[in-house]
Nanobody, 121 residues
Framework: QVQLVESGGELVQAGGSLRLSCAAS????????MGWFRQAPGKEREFVAT????????YHAHSVQGRFTISRDNAKNTVTLQMNDLKPGDTAVYYC??????????????WGQGTQVTVSS
């Protein structure tokens, strides 16, 4: 059983940056691809970024390409999401997840509790 705990979410002005972190425990971190998803009020949870088990390959949603970067440190059992040039439309609860590489929610077995990111205009 893998436990995931996100941190780093807060209120930020448009154009600002945030770095989200997700700490994993209870399993072999490098056995899992990792993903970040987000859910805005009244909307479905959506894919943001994913990274392979080794960290060699990543994929980002079109809406965040060039602004967000996913990375991982298998020695520290952490995955991060660097978010730059934030926009009000990025406001959401951000979740990290562990599972198989891909964009579908169903690829991921384990989920964190989420961290709130609010971007003011």
């Amino acid at each position: 059983q893998v436990q995931l705990v996100e941190s780093g979410g807060e209120l930020v002005q448009a154009g600002g940056s945030l770095r989200l972190s997700c700490a994993a425990s209870g399993g072999t971190f490098s056995d899992y691809a990792m993903g970040w998803f987000r859910q805005a009020p009244g909307k479905e949870r959506e894919f943001v970024a994913t990274i392979t088990r080794s960290g060699v390959s990543t994929y980002h949603a079109h809406s965040v390409q060039g602004r967000f970067t996913i990375s991982r440190d298998n020695a520290k059992n952490t995955v991060t999401l660097q978010m730059n040039d934030l926009k009000p439309g990025d406001t959401a609860v951000y979740y990290c997840a562990a599972g198989r590489y891909g964009v579908a929610l169903s690829n991921y077995e384990y989920w964190g509790q989420g961290t709130q990111v609010t971007v003011s205009s």
